[in-house]
């Protein structure tokens, strides 16, 4: 199991989250999605899971992601 570990910018509310939450789960290899009100998150996934693949998720939904 692969652990990735980084920041969502751009949250307004909990509805941010949750959108975010959703989106990063929609990628192929995703187990669980922790992410903070703040922006930091924390991925379980089967496989190795790059930033950029992680930001193509939420990029529609206005956020942008950077390493912690």
Do not use: P, W, Y
Not at 22 to 47: C, F, L, T
Not at 48 to 66: P, Q, R, S, Y
Request: charged fraction near 30%.
């Amino acid at each position: 199991m692969n652990e990735i570990k980084f920041k969502v910018n751009g949250f307004h509310c909990e509805s941010c989250v949750k959108l975010a939450t959703m989106k990063i789960e929609k990628i192929a290899g995703v187990e669980s999605v922790d992410i903070k009100e703040d922006g930091e998150a924390a991925i379980q996934a089967s496989r190795e899971i790059g930033l950029d693949e992680i930001g193509e998720a939420v990029k529609m939904a206005g956020h942008t992601v950077t390493k912690i």
